[in-house]
């Protein structure tokens, strides 16, 4: 690896940003990001960030920006390729997208996405190399270059991989990357068992992103609606026990916890609610069918989520077939 | 019973209109319709009506015309009270509504309705008066005075009393109504099992329309997403379910016959779509709610309709504690 590690950010919507802000303000790492439609507004003008964690900044730019995967290889080789893509496996291929960027198998992928068992499509891609596995725990929303995050950055990571024999190093870069990552002012936590943390995420994810969504109440409407009682809590308490019959136990008050930190008077609108809204593709393969397939192995009855996830998949299957 | 009858008709939409129509063109009922929004229209022009069981009939009016329920008191009493509101049990109580106008236990009071044990209130509320109730297999719309009649008016019938000694009398009425309305050149057919023919419509109308409502996708888009089997089927099967747990067996082949006659090709959306596009409430109480009490007292697991139920109640309630 080299002395200033190389990192390549693929998906730079608020939440890649944040990760490229903190990893380059760490002095610890180079940052290649890929933008799309903000590319000419940041290359003129930098990102206008108001964050939580870092305050106000202007004019901040990762140190390359490209258009293109393929136009940013030119600042490789990666020893990280990040990935805050959507993450949307019925539109498009996350190996496919970044097999280029991975030059060999010192390259780490760390995916900092939504849902479940999201790390098998890239560990069977890539069985040589590490997945770090990353949970993100933060608020922001973007227009163009700028960047509103209000809700602390917090990352959870794990290392994962198919070798074996690269566990002990996975475990190692696992550490670095939380190291440089915190050092640049967020927190980023190595977790043993992270994929307690994807279920425990989950729950609200399968719960408040899908009925939201569907029913288009935001996260305090659909509280005022009664539905916590007939809705929320049923469908996190499908979650929970797929999740405790797969291995992770989660706490008995968890949809307590959830609803706790869901108040009403915030009246928002969860990412898959605002997608419906605009017609753009949502998450429901990681966060309903994965946990579905799962549900299916481990042989738990999950019909409340079964028909989130049919409604869901036949709105998607609509809106796919139109573009 | 005066020499001919005098007939009120609650709810002039597209439904109540043609009702109205084809019980004045007998010549045998004198018809007095409530209309509200259309009221200043069809006093100075009279309805359009394009028909296909009628033809072309331009400046129809019913013989008598009112604005409110307490303005037509002046044309009773009447013999018959002939409700085509929509069915909104959660929204305003129809017993209530018509109370003035059922004059005395002679009155027959008419539902032409959708949804399942919707006899109930009426027979609670008039217990020494007959109730006709109506299914009706019709397709029609209305804008103001035009009335678009595009799907063949067959009126299925049969009589409820509370009062045991009405029964007699009470398939007499049935009878001589049905008369009337076939006069008028429409299809009135007295059925001796008419709650049988309730639950039949219910499998499409429970299916059909609430998870188009839902997904904001067509009768044909629904088709084409796959959700014939994941969704629509299955909605089906329960409504079969709890029918023939409560002494309604429904055809073997019932789904396949609802589908049959949703071509996907005409992409029309159901009523309850309609109303969910334009903020309205939908009759989610008599169409789902209904059936899943019955399904709690015959014992039968009804997951997929609660969902559907549950998910729709949470749309209405905040709709309607926004008007």
Request: with cysteine.
């Amino acid at each position: 690896m080299s002395q200033i590690p190389k990192i390549l950010v693929v998906g730079c919507g608020p939440v890649g940003t944040m990760c490229s802000y903190s990893l380059q303000n760490s002095g610890r790492a180079t940052v290649t990001a890929i933008l799309r439609s903000a590319y000419d507004d940041v290359e003129a003008n930098g990102f206008h960030i108001k964050s939580i964690d870092h305050g106000e900044v202007d004019g901040w730019r990762p140190h390359n920006i490209s258009r293109t995967l393929d136009d940013a290889l030119q600042y490789g080789p990666f020893d990280y390729v990040l990935v805050a893509l959507k993450n949307l496996p019925d539109v498009y291929s996350i190996p496919d997208i970044i097999r280029p960027a991975v030059a060999s198998d010192k390259a780490t992928i760390v995916l900092v996405q939504n849902g479940i068992d999201i790390e098998q499509p890239l560990i069977d891609a890539f069985p040589d190399n590490v997945v770090i596995s990353g949970v993100p725990l933060i608020g922001c929303e973007q227009n163009g270059r700028e960047i509103l995050h209000n809700d602390p950055d917090i990352l959870l990571v794990g290392a994962y991989t198919k070798n074996p024999h690269k566990m002990g190093q996975g475990k190692l870069t696992c550490s670095e990357f939380a190291e440089i990552y915190t050092a640049g002012g967020a927190k980023c936590e190595v977790k043993e068992n992270l994929t307690w943390f994807r279920w425990r995420k989950l729950c609200w994810n399968a719960s408040f992103n899908a009925i939201c969504a569907l029913t288009n109440l935001d996260s305090g409407l659909i509280q005022d609606a009664g539905a916590l009682e007939t809705l929320i809590k049923p469908a996190m308490g499908e979650v929970a026990a797929i999740a405790s019959a797969a291995g992770y136990q989660l706490p008995e008050d968890i949809k307590e916890q959830m609803v706790a930190f869901t108040p009403r008077e915030l009246y928002l609108k969860p990412s898959m609610q605002v997608d419906a809204i605009r017609g753009r593709p949502m998450e429901i393969e990681v966060i309903l069918g994965n946990a579905l397939r799962i549900a299916e192995k481990v042989d738990v009855d999950a019909k409340l989520l079964g028909t989130l996830y049919q409604l869901l998949k036949a709105k998607q299957r609509v809106l796919l077939s139109a573009r």
